[in-house]
Structures are given as C-alpha cells and as structure tokens.
C-alpha cells in the first residue's frame, strides 16, 4: 500500500501539477523550479530513502523519522530542518491523552510530512494554505508554519478535557464525603501521568520556536511569517503555562487527598476509642453493680449453709444482724465504686 498521501508542487503559492509518484514529482520540481510538498502516511523505509536520496536529507534524520517514538524537536543539517512534533488528542471516556508523532523536513524548495498517527490533519492544512497562496508563496517555512499552528490548536481541546476532569476531582474531593477514597487516589495519580506526558510534548516547543525565530534573519524568512510564528510561540507559551498549573493542582489535590484520608481515619480511630472508653465505662457500672449484689449473696450463702454448730444460728439477733451486714457491705462497696466514679 503505498504511503504517500498527497503530493504536489507549488509555484508562486499555487498549486500547479499533482504528480503520480515520487519520481515525477522530483521531475516537475526541477522543471519548474518549484516547491514540492510531499505528505507521507506510515511509509516504507524504501519510500522515506528516496526521498532523503533525491533531497539528501542527513542519516541520522532519515534514521529517526524510520524509528519514530522521537521526542518533540528541532534540529537543523545545513539548510535543512528536521523537526519532530507531537499532536495530541484527549480521549475523554478514558482520560487519556493520546499522542501521535509527525516528522518534518523542511528544505529550501521541499517539505516532507511523515505522519505516524492519524492526527493532525494536514488536508485542513494544505487546504488552508491552498487558499492562501500569498501566505504559501513565502516558502517551505510558511507550511512549517500552518503545521505547527494546527499541532498547537489541537492542544486546545486536550487542555478543555484536562481542566474538566480536574474540576470533576475537585469536586469530589471536596463534595462528594462518600466517594471512593482509593478510586480517587487513583484516579488523580493517572491524571498526573497524562499531564507530565502532555507537558514532555509541549514543552519543548517554546524553544523550537525561539530558535526558529533566532534564525529568521540568517535564513530570509519573512517578516510576515515571522509574526506568525511569534503568534503560535504566544499560544504555545499559554498552553505549557497551563500544563504547568494542571500540574500544580493535581499534586497538590493528591496532598489534600493523602490529608483527608488521614483525617478519615483519624476520625475513625477517635469514634472507635470513644466507643471502647464508653464500653468500658459501661462494663465498670456493670461490674460494680455485679460486686455490690454479690455481697449479701455471699452472707446469705454464709447463713444457707445450715451446719448445727453455728454461733449466729440460734442467736436472737442473728437475722438482723445479717440483714445489716448484707445492707452495710452493699453501701459500702457503693461508696467505693461511686469515689472511683465507676458508677
């Protein structure tokens, strides 16, 4: 299946011939003295060689874009820029932030897109420029341009879904006192991983930029183009801004969580003390009770026994006197419960 997408050499910032193949375009561009622009899907490491052959891209360059799994960056070979971005989409149902990979290698007269994901869409691109041809007609640098600009403004809604899941965790967090404590922990630790992913993607795209712009002089790019770049670094600036602050926020909810959950359980550990000291109390006024009846049971035990020789048996004051000890012995041990305030 062959990779290639879209191809077509532009002169004057107009669309002139759309070649069938790799080697026509090659033709066309040098017959005409134009500018090709060549879009590559998931291509062959035969199709990436004769592009880099035909437009002698740099090995290490041409080894990466047949790699792929780069990092966000830009490097240049002589007149020839290598640059790698990152496009992003977030997949809201499974709070993920789903990452592609675009190579582009811009020339003095070429440019070559590899794709390595289905985002971004670079048809709305050429399709922008195409109506643009002013624009277009600035050069190589001009497509780098709209290619960067729709990378950055697809951050937007990844940055739209990252903040509503954030104030989704906030909420729960603070509104929510039944919500699953270790579902939210988790939660907010995937949330954090998508964000550090999200900024390693971005991040470096504020100093692309700046390079970019370092060199517009050295290179003749337009000063036009030049505020255009210094338009998407302005966006790019708000979006790592914003990565940033996400951040921020879900280590600081994931401290909050680790605080509430100790509170939680601190309050637990307090309900359950206050209800040991209560069940403890109760067993005191339960055992005091139990002794203070036990002591005319013992007397009375003592006097049931009905052996003959017992002094108090036949004694006239002998069932007094042992109503007075069952009576003084139970007030007596009540007194001491009560000193002990047991009861």
Partial sequence: MMALIDNAVYVAGRRTQDPANLNETYEVMRDR????????????????RS?????GLHPLAVEDALTGHQRSKLERYGDTLFVVLRPARYLDAAEEVEFGELHVFVGPDFVVTIRHAEAPNLGKVRRRLEAA???????????????LDEVVDEYGPVIAGLENDIDEIEDQLF?????????????????????IDFQRATQPLAGMLEALRRGSDKYAVDLELQRY??????HVLRIVERAGAFRSILENALNVQSTLVAQRQNDEMRRMSELGLAQNEEVKRISSWAAILFAPTLIGTVYGMNFDHMP????????????????????????????????
């Fill in 51 to 55: 592009i880099a052959d035909e437009f």
């Fill in 175 to 195: 509104g929510n006192a039944d919500a699953d404590v270790e579902s939210v922990s988790r939660r907010i630790y995937d949330l954090s991983r998508e964000v």
């Fill in 229 to 234: 770049l210094r338009d998407v670094l302005d």
């Fill in 133 to 147: 041809p002013e624009l277009l007609a600035m050069g190589p640098e001009a497509v780098l341009y709209a290619v």
């Fill in 33 to 48: 003295g134009g500018m090709a622009w060549i879009g590559l899907y998931r291509p062959r490491a035969d199709e990436v």
């Fill in 312 to 343: 108090e048996l036949h004694w006239t004051y002998g069932y007094p006197f042992a109503l007075v000890m069952m009576l003084g012995l139970g007030f007596a041990l009540y007194g001491v419960f009560k000193f002990k305030r047991w009861l």
